[in-house]
């Protein structure tokens, strides 16, 4: 069955850097846009970062632009974000999902997520 | 910050019929992009409920509908059942910010 497994979240101080991994199974991942979502504790959804399905191109929230780096692995199965210059606003349960359609479309499925804590 | 706004909570008692909105404007929603809805269970996930404005995937429920006019889109749960009682988030795209999909607010289910 399609399946995302993220890890790498942990508690990290702010100014440091973290990287995510999302393992994904089930599926032709090279056929397919991936995306980042977070969700701070107790708030909503927030977008994070899209790549296209061979790397070529890649998209970012402005809240995370320029600190952030969304990569894929296309021989591994493999989505990753680089995050570096982490913040404390950066605290977030992380979650890769599969892109649907074309441009705006959905995300499914989603990844159980990981945690992210900024906190010195 | 969100650019689609939700009523922060609905409710309704099992059998009853509740409506979510989704009210955007003439970069997101208007400019014709898709709308799509997700549940959220408590301390899970968010699932995909309603792809395309209306489109059901596979597995979800036909009480779950959803449509869409003008700047703004709605999800109907007709039947109201106890485990409905989650978050639920509209999604879409957003011309006016440099590649960016965007969120609903989010809106809590209650079933009394």
């Known amino acids: 069955q399609v399946q995302l497994v993220e890890s790498g979240g942990g508690v990290v101080q702010p100014g440091r850097s973290l990287r995510l991994s999302c393992a994904a199974s089930?599926?032709?991942?090279?056929?397919?846009?991936m995306h980042w979502v977070r969700q701070a504790p107790g708030k909503g959804l927030e977008w994070v970062a899209v790549?296209?399905?061979?790397?070529?191109?890649?998209y970012y929230a402005d809240s995370v632009k320029g600190r952030f780096t969304i990569s894929r692995d296309n021989s591994k199965n493999t989505l990753y974000l680089q995050m570096s210059g982490l913040r404390v606003e950066d605290t977030a349960v992380y979650y890769c999902?599969?892109?649907?359609?074309?441009?705006?479309?959905?995300?499914?499925?989603w990844g159980q997520g990981t945690l992210v804590t900024v906190s010195s | 910050q969100s650019v689609l706004t939700q009523p922060p909570s609905v409710s309704g008692a099992p059998g009853q019929r509740v409506t979510i909105s989704c009210t955007g404007s003439?970069?997101?929603?208007?400019?014709?992009?898709?709308v799509h809805w997700y549940q959220q269970l408590p301390g899970t996930a968010p699932k995909l409920l309603i792809s395309?404005?209306?489109n059901r995937p596979s597995g979800v429920p036909d009480r779950f509908s959803g449509s869409k006019s003008g700047t703004s889109a709605s999800l109907a749960i007709t039947g109201l059942q106890a485990e409905d009682e989650a978050d639920y988030y509209c999604?879409?795209?957003?011309?006016?910010?440099?590649?960016?999909?965007?969120f609903g607010t989010g809106t809590k289910v209650t079933v009394l």
């Open positions: 999604q879409s795209y957003d011309s006016s910010l440099s590649g960016s999909y965007v």
């Open positions: 790549i296209w399905y061979d790397g070529s191109d890649k």
């Open positions: 089930g599926f032709t991942f090279s056929s397919y846009g």
């Open positions: 395309g404005n209306s």
């Open positions: 003439s970069s997101n929603i208007g400019a014709g992009y898709d």
């Open positions: 999902a599969r892109g649907g359609g074309n441009r705006g479309g959905w995300f499914d499925p």
